[in-house]
């Protein structure tokens, strides 16, 4: 009994090294495929493919789900802004880095301004003050605190409506929006040019050219 024990014992460890050896041969083959440049091309080329593929798929999103890009006019039809300054306005944003402001200045591009928030806030602000001047100017007293809160309020209505008109691919804007934008042009000049009215940007006639200041606004 002893005798035929030793001997399966010897024959599976037999078997076992031998299936160790192979495993080991076929691990070594494996290696030496991956490890030869000629065996390369069908992953990198696959690998291509997806990348291609994801690229383009992104560019296409990117495009295709766009917002539409309109311009503004007085509710008399006055064209205010058209797509074509608005475009020029990106190239200036662009021109003088202003996505990278924070930068100049050691604090990071994270801690720049949002000049799109800061211009919003700024039309809020001149809307409020248009109603504020237009009851003042007609009653001919100081506005309360109740009346300014109700201008805050209807401003607030006011620009959060559509009022995009799908006929020409403008936006109409009441003289409230009317007055707060050419308020806006007048405030980034203040602020790159630095005029009297106020100094707001640390680099004085960073950007001196009126025309780029009226398109970025």
Same mark, same amino acid.
């Not at 009851?135 to 201008?151: N, P, Q």
């Not at 007055?179 to 007048?186: G, I, R």
């Given at each position: 009994m002893n005798k035929q024990y030793n001997k399966k014992? @010897?024959?599976?460890? @037999?078997?076992?090294?031998?299936e160790i050896m192979q495993n080991g041969d076929?691990?070594?083959? &494996?290696?030496? #495929?991956l490890m030869n440049t000629k065996n390369w091309w069908g992953p990198l080329v696959f690998i291509l493919i997806i990348s291609l593929a994801g690229v383009g798929m992104i560019g296409f999103q990117t495009y295709n789900d766009a917002p539409p890009m309109s311009g503004f006019k007085s509710e008399s039809g006055t064209i205010l802004i058209n797509q074509s300054t608005i475009e020029k306005g990106q190239t200036v944003f662009h021109k003088y880095a202003l996505m990278e402001y924070g930068s100049f200045f050691g604090d990071g591009a994270q801690r720049g301004p949002d000049f799109t928030a800061e211009a919003l806030h700024q039309i809020y602000l001149y809307m409020n003050q248009y109603y504020v001047n237009q009851?003042?100017?007609?009653?001919?007293?100081?506005?309360?605190?109740?009346?300014?809160?109700?201008?805050a309020e209807q401003v607030r209505?006011?620009? $959060?409506? &559509?009022? /995009?008109?799908?006929?020409? &691919?403008?936006?109409v804007l009441n003289d409230a929006g009317v #007055? @707060?934008?050419? $308020? +806006?042009? $007048?405030y980034y000049e203040d602020t790159f040019i630095g005029n009297d009215a106020g100094?707001? /940007?640390? +680099?004085k006639n960073y950007i001196s050219d009126a025309q780029e200041i009226r398109d970025l606004s």
């Open positions: 014992t @010897a024959a599976a460890q @037999a078997d076992t090294q031998e076929g691990i070594k083959k &494996n290696i030496d #495929y009851l003042e100017k007609e009653e001919g007293r100081t506005a309360s605190d109740v009346d300014l809160k109700m201008i209505q006011e620009l $959060k409506k &559509n009022r /995009f008109d799908a006929r020409d &691919n403008l936006v #007055y @707060a934008l050419e $308020k +806006l042009k $007048k100094i707001h /940007f640390p +680099l």
